[in-house]
């Protein structure tokens, strides 16, 4: 069952099952749901899992949560690992330096790390819509990554349909060509004149107001989210963790019970929150290191215990993805270690007074499981560079994490770093990385470019994407964005 982390307000369920928790994902006072339990894994697991598929060690974690889905709804949805590049490694692990090992988890159509979860987890929404019969609406607001994937894994679902907010000229060609040449008539995308925060403040705007609620009342149509905040898709991020060390142990590089670091480029601290509960079922995780860019509030959150956003502005960086100021999973550490009444306290003050302060005992508690550092976007460069000389490809997301990995890792054992992205998907950051120069390239000139350079091939997914039609071509300003979305709406009920 799944409780609430700011405590409850009387009005919803004390308790919900798996579920509740996902179609309805926000809960008392603007908390979030957790498990009240987690399960718990042991060398022994560990031992009989080593000759498992990525699938079958999927069903088996999803089992010991006892969650609420038929068993035959788990192996539909995990059977979408099918479409990645190779079914029965989904997330391979690769190994880069004597010590270093990548966590490859961009193999999934939309060439991102959020596949991994939104892939299986839109299929359980989608089953659970139709059993329920009703309709539900899923609003997004993307940077990037989010939108192609959300949109990627819900289209021609019933039951479910999906409007996306992009800023125009805020995302990457190849991003915003994966989400407006989609042809589903459940999809809706539409471009907002600003930038990321103008696109999430427009959708927060929409889901508090009263008359848009009341639309969709009439329409027959609920509301539900596909952020990283719905457990549905942590659920999932649980387990590429545990699978990394499996990985390891069956090529040797560990032995069996004991520790390795794992580095994560944080956003939403969705991914990280994955290893913490990974670790808590006893994964032997020595340390959750977490890399942030220049807007790096969760690094100073774990090096000195204050979250304060009074005088942050978010800064564009090479690591889009990684812009953030309010960072919502750490909501679910903060609970699972000081509870629900302490929680509230801390996400009120941050609400209110745009700033909190752990204290020194709740910091120490923190920095048990994490430690942090923030990377530049030079430093990013410079390792995209190095690596590509040693023929290994990464990302600039994935690269921030290189700085976590010569500052914070202590000990000698292995360390898994977590890679969330496809280059294909930055490109213009990339080529610019190896040619060292700042010229603004086209993606498809940046490419091309890059893959020629590097004897990379493109897949054929973002190939393609240049010679496809724009389907969503509109681009508006924000006081149009709910005029679009009923019109959407009403042409298709
Ligand atoms: C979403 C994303 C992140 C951040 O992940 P969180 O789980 O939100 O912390 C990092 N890198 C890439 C490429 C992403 O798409």
Redesign the pocket.
């Known amino acids: 069952m799944f409780i609430e982390t700011r405590g409850n307000d009387s009005i919803k369920p004390q308790r919900a099952p798996f579920s509740y928790a996902i179609l309805n994902p926000s809960a008392s006072f603007g908390g979030l749901y957790v498990p009240e339990t987690l399960p718990h894994i042991d060398s022994t697991f560990l031992e009989k899992t080593t000759h498992k598929s990525y699938k079958e060690l999927t069903i088996d974690i999803l089992k010991m949560f006892k969650i609420d889905i038929e068993e035959d709804v788990l192996e539909k949805a995990v059977s979408l690992y099918d479409r990645f590049d190779n079914a029965n490694d989904p997330a391979p692990l690769v190994q880069i330096k004597e010590d270093l090992f990548v966590n490859e988890l961009f193999h999934g159509p939309t060439r ?3 596949d991994m979860a939104l892939q299986p987890f839109g299929h359980i929404l989608s089953h659970l819509a139709k059993k329920k019969q009703e309709d539900y609406l899923i609003l997004a607001a993307t940077s990037g ?2 939108g192609p994937a959300t949109l990627d894994t819900f289209a021609n679902k019933e039951n479910i349909r999906v409007v996306c907010l992009y800023p125009d000229g805020g995302t990457s060609d190849v991003q915003r060509l994966q989400m407006t040449t989609q042809t589903s008539p459940n999809l809706k995308i539409i471009g907002i004149h600003g930038n990321f925060d103008d696109a999430q403040n427009a959708l927060k705007t929409l889901l508090a107001s009263k008359s848009f609620n009341e639309e969709l009342t009439k329409l027959d149509i609920k509301l539900s989210a596909a952020n ?1 905040v719905n457990f549905g898709r942590i659920i999932f991020q649980i387990i590429y963790h545990i699978h990394a060390y499996i990985a390891l142990l069956k090529q040797n590089k560990v032995e069996i019970g004991k520790p390795f670091y794992t580095i ?9 929150l994955g290893a913490y509960y990974a670790k808590k079922m006893g994964l032997p995780i020595e340390k959750i290191l977490i890399a942030s860019n220049i807007n790096n509030i969760l690094t100073d959150l774990i090096n000195t215990g204050i979250y304060d956003l009074r005088e942050r502005k978010l800064l564009q960086t090479t ?1 889009p ?2 812009d953030i100021l309010i960072s919502s999973n750490v909501e679910r550490v903060l609970y699972d270690k000081f509870g629900s009444k302490r929680t509230k306290e801390l996400m009120d003050a941050l609400r209110d007074e745009k700033i909190y302060q752990l204290t020194p005992l709740e910091l120490a508690s923190l920095r048990e499981d994490f430690d942090a550092v923030s990377c530049d976007d030079d430093f990013a460069k410079h390792t995209i560079a190095s690596f590509a000389k040693e023929n290994y490809v990464m ?1 600039p ?1 994935t690269a921030t994490c290189l700085k976590a990995y010569e500052l914070l890792k202590k000990k000698n054992i292995p360390c898994v770093l977590c890679s ?2 496809e280059w294909t998907k930055f490109a213009p950051t990339m080529f610019n990385a190896i040619q060292n120069d700042t010229v603004k390239y086209s993606d498809k000139e940046a490419l091309d470019g890059f893959s020629k350079a590097l004897h990379v091939k493109i897949p054929e997914c973002i190939d393609a994407l240049f010679s496809q039609p724009i389907i969503h071509d509109k681009v508006v300003d924000k006081a149009h964005i709910e005029a679009e979305i009923f019109a959407f709406l009403e042409a298709k009920s």
């Open positions: 991102a790390f959020k990554d989010t990283s994560v480029p944080s956003g939403n601290f969705g991914n990280a690591s993805a990684m990302d997301h969330t992205a």
